[in-house]
Antibody, heavy 125, light 106 residues
Framework: EVQLVESGGGVTRPGGSLRLSCAASGLNFDDYDMNWVRQAPGRGLEWVAGVNRIGGSSGYADSVKGRFTISRDNLRKSLYLQMDSLRAEDTAVYFC??????????????????WGKGTTVTVSS | DIQMTQSPSSLSASVGDRVTITCRASQNISNFLNWYQQKPGKAPNLLIYVTTNLQNGVPSRFSGTGSGTDFSLTISSLQPADFATYYCQQSYSFPRTFGQGTKVEI
């Protein structure tokens, strides 16, 4: 069974740091790009960051650029999100997602087909 | 960034009803459009990818159409398990963006 399990969430003060982890099982981890997606309480989904399969290329939402860093360890089948300079508006459930792809020449189409259960981050003074 | 706008934001329906949710992109995204279902307290689940393709295990009462900027998700006969929030998402470019969600209520 393909599974993603997030950990590392918790409560921290504004300006603090947290490191989220996502452990993958049941899949060839290094075959897939990976993402972090978050959901603030009572709000919709927001893509936070993504990294390609070898970890050589990453992208960020403007709201976290310069404060968050996504990385991966393919040997450990793990995805990470280092979150620094946290703000109250970063309070959310953070989901790890697999980005699957389908090639229909000449395009590659992408979709998030596996999601973890999420880990909760609370930033509050 | 590509903005995704869903309508309606919420709707009330009964079991057996036909329900359609629309999603509009702020620019042409071809067929790079996916739909997700989320139930309270749970992670989202992929329903439809590349506009029209049902994910494995998704009932055939779900269908997706569209191209370019206008897309729709239809549930042909609403079932109790379908009461949830639905999100569209574009994968044409980064940053990936989601619609604001449509809550389907009894």
């Amino acid at each position: 069974e393909v599974q993603l399990v997030e950990s590392g969430g918790g409560v921290t003060r504004p300006g603090g740091s947290l490191r989220l982890s996502c452990a993958a099982s049941g899949l060839n981890f290094d075959d897939y790009d990976m993402n972090w997606v978050r959901q603030a309480p009572g709000r919709g989904l927001e893509w936070v960051a993504g990294v390609n399969r070898i970890g050589g290329s990453s992208g960020y939402a403007d709201s976290v650029k310069g404060r968050f860093t996504i990385s991966r360890d393919n040997l450990r089948k793990s995805l990470y999100l280092q979150m620094d300079s946290l703000r109250a508006e970063d309070t959310a459930v953070y989901f790890c997602t697999r980005e699957n792809q389908e090639h229909r020449w000449p395009h590659f189409f992408y979709y998030m087909d596996v999601w973890g259960k999420g880990t909760t981050v609370t930033v509050s003074s | 960034d590509i903005q995704m706008t869903q309508s309606p934001s919420s709707l009330s329906a009964s079991v057996g009803d036909r329900v359609t949710i629309t999603c509009r992109a702020s620019q042409n995204i071809s067929n790079f459009l996916n739909w997700y279902q989320q139930k309270p307290g749970k992670a989202p689940n992929l329903l439809i990818y590349v506009t029209t393709n049902l994910q494995n295990g998704v009932p055939s009462r779900f269908s997706g159409t569209g191209s370019g900027t206008d897309f729709s998700l239809t549930i042909s006969s609403l079932q109790p398990a379908d009461f949830a929030t639905y999100y569209c998402q574009q994968s044409y470019s980064f940053p990936r963006t989601f619609g604001q969600g449509t809550k389907v209520e009894i």
